[in-house]
């Protein structure tokens, strides 16, 4: 077993080693548990089976929820770092000029999102963690879990090499499909919503954008003269020639399972003008899909030694399908709960209880905020109230700033407006996830 880090923190999946904790994966979830582990003192090994840079189905726009979790992880999100800067939504529905809403001036958030590729973005999470004293391991596959025989706790993952990595605690932020979390027994709920996305790149005079555009009307076919279906799409100027866009669509549609989606994006994408240049001819690359899992689809977070981060728990915000803050967010409450259980001891009752707060913090910052998002994709999965949606909501301005707020997850949680008081009362009163 090889215990010390390399000099630049990045190792071979060769050989295996020990660690504090050990991180499956190391997307956004993955990296910044590691970042908040390092800063709290832990010694940190990441298992990433693919190589940086790498490239990940998304839409490479992220919320002022996104970034205030990159201020809290120590990023600089500068435009002089690379970063593209937003300073609101542009959102399509209801009506045929879209509205332009500035992101909402808070207190407990920035007044600017973010765009950034995610093969970019996810290497530079990575190293960042790396600066921190983590330790990087690339072309490391895990398959299985080490379990303790007597107790049945995970004690360390083995990869698809043969290679052994053994720590008393384990986070898997290995994605949607989460082998290690299956192997542990945590399976998805068939109660929580599901969607899917898929997107690509067209080069686009619209690259040079101020706002994140969403459509959320979605027509299968021409507009009001096909279905509508329960999704939104989306158009994210990239400010390099490129725009990033792509589609969601929830599993409360009837279509959900028979709908062939890069098909649907094409034939939505023939409704927009043609000098905006999303056609075949300025396609960079190919349409590529991913599943998003939503509503804390798997549960529980924490078990016998394993947290569950980001995807792989199933934290994707099923209102606008955005994943990555709420990846972030989670990887410091699980960071707290694992700082905490190591300074009682792992292994004793007290550090188990420090442990089992991570689910508990959870189901307290999200879970009633999830509970109405579940009730929302109902909702518009019934072709009728998503008609009545489009026809007398959407055209409403006022009522729109509020669907912003509710959608993004955007409110002060102390002295903010009228808007802010009704969506944290909603939140308060909703049955946890």
């Given at each position: 077993m090889?215990?010390?880090?390399p ?6 999946a060769?050989e295996?080693g ?6 499956v ?5 993955g ?13 940190v ?24 979790a ?5 990023v600089?999100t500068?435009?002089e770092?690379?970063?593209?800067h ?9 009506r045929?000029?879209p509205f332009e809403?500035?992101?909402?001036e ?19 999470l990575?190293r960042?963690?790396?600066?921190f004293?983590?330790?990087?391991v690339e072309?490391?596959h895990?398959?299985d ?5 007597r107790s049945?706790r995970?004690?360390g ?12 605690l384990v ?25 899917v ?7 686009s005079?619209?690259?040079n954008?101020?706002y ?12 009001h003269?096909?279905?509508l279906?329960?999704g939104?799409?989306?158009i994210?100027?990239?400010g ?18 028979s709908?062939d ?5 094409k034939r ?5 003008p ?7 001819e ?18 529980p ?10 995807d792989a ?16 967010e ?26 089992q707060?991570?689910?508990?913090a959870?189901?307290a ?21 998503m008609?009545?949606?489009?026809t ?14 509710l959608l ?10 009228a ?15």
């Open positions: 090889r215990n010390a880090k000099d630049d923190g990045v190792a071979t060769d295996g020990e660690a504090d904790v050990i991180v994966g190391a997307g956004p979830a990296s910044s548990t590691a970042v908040h582990l390092a800063r709290r003192g832990l010694n090994v990441m298992l990433e089976k693919s190589h940086f840079p790498r490239e990940k189905v998304c839409g490479d726009g992220l919320t002022p929820r996104a970034t205030r990159l201020t809290r992880l120590g600089d500068s435009q770092n690379g970063w593209l937003n300073k609101g939504l542009r959102i399509y529905g209801g045929e000029e809403l500035d992101w909402p808070l207190t407990d958030f920035p007044p600017y999102g973010l765009v950034r590729p995610r093969s970019d973005f996810d290497d530079m990575a960042h963690a790396v600066s004293g983590a330790q990087l072309g490391a895990v398959t879990a080490i379990l303790d025989d049945g995970i004690v993952v083995t990869t698809k090499n043969g290679s052994q990595w053994r720590a008393p986070v898997a932020a290995d994605g949607n499909s989460s082998r290690l979390s299956v192997s542990m027994g945590m399976n998805k709920r068939d109660d929580r919503p599901m969607g996305a898929v997107r690509t790149y067209y080069t005079p619209r690259t954008d101020d994140l555009e969403s459509w959320l009307e979605l027509w299968e076919g021409k507009p003269a096909s279905t279906m329960p939104y799409g989306w994210f100027g990239m390099d020639g490129t725009s990033n866009v792509g589609l969601g669509v929830l599993n409360t549609s009837k279509a959900f399972g709908t989606y890069r098909a649907l994006l939505w994408l023939e409704n927009t043609e000098e905006w240049g999303f056609r075949d300025n396609m960079v690359g190919k349409v590529q899909g991913a599943a998003l899992p939503m509503a804390f689809n798997r549960q977070h924490y078990g016998r030694g394993l947290l569950m981060v980001g728990g199933g934290m994707v915000n099923p209102f606008n399908g955005e994943g990555i803050a709420y990846a972030m989670a990887a410091e409450l699980a960071a707290d709960a694992i700082a905490e259980a190591r300074s009682r001891g792992i292994g004793t009752t007290g550090a188990e209880k420090a442990l707060g991570y689910p508990t959870l189901k910052s999200l879970g009633g905020y999830y509970r109405l998002g579940t009730v929302f994709v109902k909702l518009i999965g019934d072709p009728r109230i008609s009545l949606c489009t007398y909501g959407l055209p409403h301005k006022t009522l729109m700033k509020f669907v912003m707020k993004a997850n955007l409110t002060d949680a102390r002295d903010g407006d808007m802010d008081r009704i969506i944290n009362a909603l939140c308060k009163a909703a049955p946890a996830a």
